[in-house]
């Protein structure tokens, strides 16, 4: 059983449409993340939080709409959003941010959008 | 600007030999260093690290070799096995900062049995 679940898998929805990404994380961690991944591109961090405060936004246009109620649960809304946005978006987690040392992350299986 | 590069972007290699992956980095700042493998429709999973105090840090089949002064490391696998057909991902950071990484793009290696 994977330690971070993502839910849907797979997301199709128009351009007017809005919906919500899910990732859960059954790690105990206090950290966790957003990621996009475009075809041929590196994994892009969208968003982080540590313990329910979000402390980054890397420039992330506002059609993405992060939300975490709890240090277990990661939201991503979603509305009115572009055909370049069709992506692989990934979750995941870590022990925690601060006060230092890099941990690695704990990837969820990602959703897989296409925007039409 | 990328500041990790993975050039090469697919490698096929006979099931029992060496796979050597190559990743390059451009920001001096960066001291950690981790290799992901990404399976298809999963997400990635983290394989190994090292630290810039070290030049070599060795897990099972799995070497990673580490060259401060040409901002380079490497990973290599051997014995190659068909389970390691996957994507591999270079990934860096501050050690001692705020655990955000920066990624490369990615190698496809496929090992034929």
């Known amino acids: 059983e994977t330690g971070v679940t993502q839910t849907p898998r797979h997301l199709v929805m128009g351009m007017t449409n809005k919906k919500s990404l899910k990732c859960e994380q059954h790690?105990?961690?206090?950290?966790m993340y957003w990621y996009k991944q475009s075809a041929k591109k590196p994994l892009e961090l969208m968003f982080v939080?540590?313990?329910?405060?979000?402390?980054e936004n890397n420039s992330v246009p506002s059609r993405f709409s992060p939300e975490c109620p709890n240090s277990s649960h990661l939201f991503l809304h979603l509305h009115t959003l572009q055909p370049e946005d069709s992506a692989l978006y990934l979750c995941?987690?870590?022990?925690?941010?601060?006060?230092?040392?890099?941990?690695?992350?704990?990837f969820g299986d990602g959703t897989r959008l296409s925007i039409l | 600007d990328q500041q990790v590069k993975q050039n090469s972007p697919s490698l096929s290699v006979q099931e029992g030999r060496i796979s050597i992956l190559n990743c390059d980095y451009t920001?001096?700042?960066?001291?950690?260093f981790l290799w992901y493998k990404k399976y298809p429709a999963e997400g990635p999973t983290f394989l190994i690290s090292?630290?810039?105090?070290?030049d070599k840090n060795e897990d099972g089949r799995f070497t990673v070799f580490l060259n401060k002064s040409a901002k380079h490391l490497s990973l290599h696998i051997v014995p190659s096995q068909p389970g390691d057909s996957a994507v591999y991902f270079c990934?860096?950071?501050?050690?001692?900062?705020?655990?955000?990484?920066?990624f490369g793009k990615g190698n496809q290696v496929v090992v034929i049995p």
């Open positions: 090292i630290s810039s105090i070290k």
């Open positions: 939080y540590s313990l329910e405060e979000r402390v």
């Open positions: 990934a860096a950071s501050i050690y001692y900062g705020n655990n955000r990484l920066a």
């Open positions: 920001n001096s700042m960066f001291d950690y």
């Open positions: 995941a987690s870590s022990q925690d941010i601060s006060p230092g040392r890099t941990q690695p992350q704990h």
């Open positions: 790690l105990g961690h206090n950290a």
